[in-house]
């Protein structure tokens, strides 16, 4: 028997939850809401950290 999926909470994130075309739950969470103020957060993945950043051209880079 397959465990159930942890579910994630961001308490102070505005959090909407979205089912696709192909059935496959997702979340929408607003990258301000992440970043809280900031330029840059780092994000935890199967044990590995990676870099989530905002640019001086708005643009977000993520990278490992």
């Known amino acids: 028997m397959k465990a ?10 505005a959090v909407e939850h979205i089912t696709g075309s192909n059935g ?18 780092i994000l935890e993945h199967d044990g590995m950290d990676y870099r989530l950043r905002i640019t001086a051209n708005g643009k977000l880079i993520l990278t490992k």
């Open 24 to 41: 496959e739950r997702k979340v929408r969470v607003a990258v301000k809401d992440i970043l809280k103020g900031g330029r840059e957060a």
């Open 4 to 13: 159930a999926a942890k579910e994630e909470t961001y308490p102070d994130a």
